[in-house]
């Protein structure tokens, strides 16, 4: 079976695969997961940020700096991989969703699953923004007015 995504998720998953191809890497990350939502700028997930006055331009380039320099164009044809980490981040987000009763996972649920991890690159990079985690934390985890497309 497969989970039912709001379409700005499945608009982040197809920036993920850009942003991981982009940088040269042969897998998409959670890095490259957050990066993915940061290009959907109409989500839930990027409207919690920004409630949260995050500087996205600083977020992004903050992630980016996490990331390891790929050297040569990936050789994989089609949709790069999932990392374990990327993987067990996505089926937290589907958790979390079904948790919520919702009736699909959105980019509100992925950031929750990936703020999940305290040590993360992502954690680092939103702290390096002067985000609050936690404040961010309770904006996602709040049933918006509005469902997701």
Same mark, same amino acid.
């Given at each position: 079976?497969? %989970?039912? !995504?709001?379409?700005? +998720?499945?608009?982040? !998953?197809?920036?993920?695969?850009?942003?991981?191809?982009? =940088?040269?890497?042969?897998?998409?990350?959670? %890095?490259?997961?957050?990066?993915?939502?940061?290009?959907?700028? $109409? $989500?839930?997930?990027?409207? &919690? +940020?920004?409630?949260?006055?995050?500087?996205?331009?600083?977020?992004?380039?903050?992630?980016?700096? $996490?990331?390891?320099?790929?050297?040569?164009?990936?050789?994989?044809?089609?949709?790069?991989?999932?990392?374990?980490? &990327?993987?067990?981040?996505?089926?937290?987000? =589907?958790?979390?969703?079904?948790? !919520?009763?919702?009736?699909?996972? $959105?980019?509100?649920?992925?950031?929750?699953? +990936?703020?999940?991890?305290?040590?993360?690159?992502?954690?680092?990079?939103?702290?390096?923004?002067?985000?609050?985690?936690?404040?961010?934390?309770? +904006?996602?985890? %709040?049933?918006?007015?509005?469902?997701? %497309?």
């Amino acid at each position: 079976m497969r %989970e039912a !995504m709001t379409g700005q +998720l499945r608009i982040a !998953m197809s920036n993920a695969q850009a942003s991981a191809r982009q =940088l040269k890497q042969d897998f998409v990350s959670s %890095e490259h997961l957050a990066l993915g939502i940061l290009a959907t700028e $109409s $989500s839930q997930a990027v409207k &919690a +940020l920004l409630k949260d006055e995050v500087n996205l331009a600083e977020f992004r380039e903050a992630l980016i700096q $996490s990331l390891p320099s790929g050297k040569d164009d990936p050789v994989v044809t089609g949709d790069l991989p999932f990392s374990p980490k &990327a993987k067990r981040t996505f089926h937290a987000a =589907l958790v979390n969703a079904q948790a !919520m009763r919702e009736p699909s996972v $959105s980019t509100r649920f992925l950031l929750l699953a +990936l703020l999940e991890d305290p040590d993360s690159a992502i954690r680092a990079a939103l702290r390096q923004c002067g985000a609050d985690a936690d404040q961010l934390n309770r +904006l996602l985890t %709040e049933k918006p007015a509005q469902i997701e %497309e």
